[in-house]
């Protein structure tokens, strides 16, 4: 199974059908929060289905709330295992990964898929309480609003029986541009920052 893992869109889908015609074999497209909306106008444009979560952008829900269809957090079963998805702004995603690593544990998730802080990172950590004995953190980053100056970026987790892996790709690679930081400078990328609080 391939997904097309995406975050922090926050409305502006240009860049996602930038890149839609250059991936290939995509099952499935997760998105981490902000905006749910985003993720509906991506099943619509593109037929295929989306497993998506609410951010801190989108309004309150439930944290008790499990639901793929815009809560605060969904499992989402493949074959090489179940991830949790989650925005990550409610488990302080910003600054630890303790509360995403326990709340994937508490689901039997092989790994977390979060977004919020708009900065790309796949890590995988042993974790002998973790199917398959390593849990992977999975932030797609975000592509039209990065905050590591990478010009953009979105996540491919690839999801087999006895298989499960990660990677970040930036836009500059797939499409061959050179488009790098925030053009509209520093006082556009400490307002893009914001939605943190």
Not at 76 to 93: C, F, K, M, P
Not at 143 to 161: C, K, T
Request: contains cysteine.
């Amino acid at each position: 199974m391939k997904i097309l893992v995406l975050s922090d869109t926050h409305g502006k889908l240009n860049m996602v059908r930038d890149i839609w015609p250059k991936l290939n074999g995509v099952d499935l497209v997760i998105h981490a929060g902000d905006y749910a909306s985003d993720a509906e106008a991506i099943h619509r444009e593109f037929g295929i289905p989306v497993a998506y979560v609410k951010g801190n952008c989108d309004g309150c829900c439930s944290s008790s709330h499990k639901d793929s269809q815009g809560g605060d957090y969904a499992v989402v079963s493949t074959d090489g295992g179940n991830i949790l998805v989650t925005h990550g702004h409610n488990e302080g995603a910003g600054y630890s990964l303790d509360r995403l690593r326990y709340k994937a544990l508490e689901e039997n998730c092989v790994a977390v898929v979060y977004g919020h802080t708009h900065v790309a990172e796949v890590r995988q950590i042993d974790e002998p309480a973790a199917p398959g004995g390593s849990l992977w953190f999975i932030n797609p980053g975000s592509l039209p609003l990065p905050r590591d100056n990478s010009g953009g970026s979105y996540g491919i987790i690839r999801s087999e029986e006895d298989r499960f892996d990660a990677t970040i790709v930036y836009y500059s690679t797939i499409m061959g541009s050179s488009r790098k930081g925030n053009p509209a400078g520093y006082v556009s990328s400490l307002l893009n920052y914001s939605d943190r609080f």
